[in-house]
């Protein structure tokens, strides 16, 4: 079973307010991913990190930033929500060489009205 | 071009019954891996089964089996004996190799129905 943890699982928030989503895993595991998904749609990964002080952005351009600080600890920050923000946000990591999977936390719906 | 191919966009069974759900993929990577994911509406994605490039064997997971080809680039999940339970989408991935740790890349999908 996957040690991975997503807070909050669901928040409704008003438009220009600061947001940070909060990503935490027990694996030891050094890459850690952001993924953006809408309803049935495919994943989209938006940030990854190598480990602690890395952070990279990936193939969909995000408004969004991460951190990485701590090993178990991979935050996504949105400075100004807008609607165009709603959507489901995944965490996830792995090892960094030779990992047969990546392991998914349980996701955080966002939806900025 | 797409690395991952899923073109089933979605899928009926009738319950008890085998699915075949495809996947076809794009590497000039020699050593790579192919995964399955399911995500029912709940939203998690449950990880289902790897395939590695070099496997001789397919790979199986209880009802869950990869019909791995890989000359033909391809890597289809079969799920045998249809529950209700199975309904959901289904994500292809692979993750290629060539060191330094390379990010995953995900097939646009295919939703799957269980019918009574």
């Known amino acids: 079973e996957a040690d991975i943890y997503q807070t909050p699982r669901y928040l409704v928030i008003g438009t220009g307010k600061k947001i940070t989503l909060e990503c935490s895993q027990t694996?030891?595991?050094?890459?850690m991913y952001w993924y953006q998904q809408d309803p049935g749609m495919e994943l989209h990964l938006i940030h990854y990190?190598?480990?602690?002080?890395?952070?990279e952005k990936g193939d969909l351009s995000s408004e969004s930033t991460v951190s990485r600080i701590r090993t178990e600890h991979f935050p996504l920050t949105l400075e100004s929500a807008r609607p165009s923000h709603t959507s489901q946000y995944l965490c996830a990591s792995s090892e960094f060489e030779g990992g047969k999977t990546q392991y998914f936390g349980p996701g955080t719906r966002l939806l900025v009205l | 071009a797409q690395k991952i191919t899923q073109t089933q966009p979605g899928m009926f069974v009738q319950e008890k019954e085998a699915v075949t759900l495809d996947c076809t993929y794009d590497t000039s990577d020699q050593s790579y891996g192919l995964f399955w994911y399911k995500q029912p509406s709940s939203g998690e994605m449950i990880f289902l089964i790897y395939?590695?490039?070099?496997?001789?064997q397919n790979a199986t997971e209880g009802r869950y089996s990869l019909n791995f080809q890989k000359a033909r680039k391809s890597a289809n999940l079969v799920i045998s004996a249809s529950q209700l339970g199975d309904s959901a989408m289904y994500f292809c991935a692979m993750r290629e190799g060539g060191g330094y740790g390379q990010n995953f890349v995900f097939g646009p999908g295919t939703r799957l129905s269980v019918l009574p």
């Open positions: 694996m030891g595991h050094d890459k």
């Open positions: 395939q590695g490039s070099y496997d001789e």
């Open positions: 990190s190598y480990g602690v002080n890395s952070t």
